[in-house]
């Protein structure tokens, strides 16, 4: 029988594990990153606008490395990855849940993010991949398309159907949820722009929708169904800094 001192024990590992997949599969994006300019840009002299350079990073480290790491973690434990994590076509119901999700994560943000930065009075930090998108409009709607192949689903399998599978196997769905979400918002700090406050803000603000997804894969274990949620989240971020970027309403709006 398992002891209690056992059984912390191994929560406490499986719990370093998680975090040092999320870590590892950021470093390797970032590896993959760098061979890449040693190997293939910097032989051919080739410059790296901020949009190409945008795109290699989703394809490295989403497209790869998130990628990458779920499979090299099942490998090494003769797992069966393809079994962990469910995937199928959405039904009527899972569309339902989807569109529901996706509205209330954006509400959700929306109020969430206003009673934050009341509180502690500073503004959330700046985004490289939105900054990017900003100065580049035209390049938005390439973007969108991305974030529906390559981001969205990319994070899903890692940090949805990998961690927040395997913490459930010893938290529970709630605890589960809730440690997923600790290690997924503060990945996103390599992008952000600004102080350490206002990292800390936008880090708190992206736990919410990273909260909806969860709860979005709990309720229908289907991991397509909070990649479509997660995809159509970003790409209303994205259309709606397309409509600001080319004038199409306020930049309060």
């Not at 039904?91 to 959700?108: M, Y």
């Not at 503060?186 to 952000?192: C, D, E, N, R, S």
Request: proline share 6%; with cysteine; aromatic share 8%.
């Amino acid at each position: 029988m398992e002891t209690r001192t056992e059984s912390s024990g191994s929560r406490l590992r499986l719990v370093g594990v998680c975090f040092g997949l999320a870590i590892g599969g950021m470093g390797l994006g970032i590896a993959v990153l760098v061979l890449a300019a040693l190997l293939v840009f910097a032989p051919l002299e080739l410059t790296i606008s901020p949009t190409a350079s945008l795109v290699l990073s989703l394809v490295a480290i989403q497209g790869i490395a998130f990628p990458g790491t779920a499979l090299l973690y099942f490998r090494y434990t003769n797992r069966s990855l393809r079994e962990f994590v469910p995937v199928a076509v959405p039904s009527l119901r899972e569309i339902g849940i989807t569109v529901s999700a996706w509205i209330g994560a954006l509400v959700l943000v929306v109020i969430g993010a206003n009673v934050v930065i009341q509180l502690v009075g500073t503004e959330p930090a700046g985004n490289a991949a939105a900054e990017t998108a900003a100065d580049n409009p035209e390049f938005i709607p390439v973007l969108i398309v991305l974030v529906f192949l390559l981001n969205a689903p990319g994070e899903e399998l890692l940090f949805r159907g990998v961690i927040q599978g395997l913490l459930r196997e010893r938290f529970g769905p709630v605890g589960a949820i809730g440690l997923a979400t600790a290690a997924f918002a503060p990945i996103h700090i390599t992008a952000l722009i600004g102080s350490v406050e206002a990292a800390l803000v936008t880090i708190t603000i992206l736990s919410i929708p990273s909260i909806v997804f969860g709860a979005v894969y709990e309720l229908t274990d289907n991991i397509a169904v909070p990649t479509l949620v997660h995809a159509l989240y970003n790409a209303t971020l994205f259309a709606g800094l397309y409509a600001v970027s080319t004038g199409g309403v306020p930049t309060g709006g």
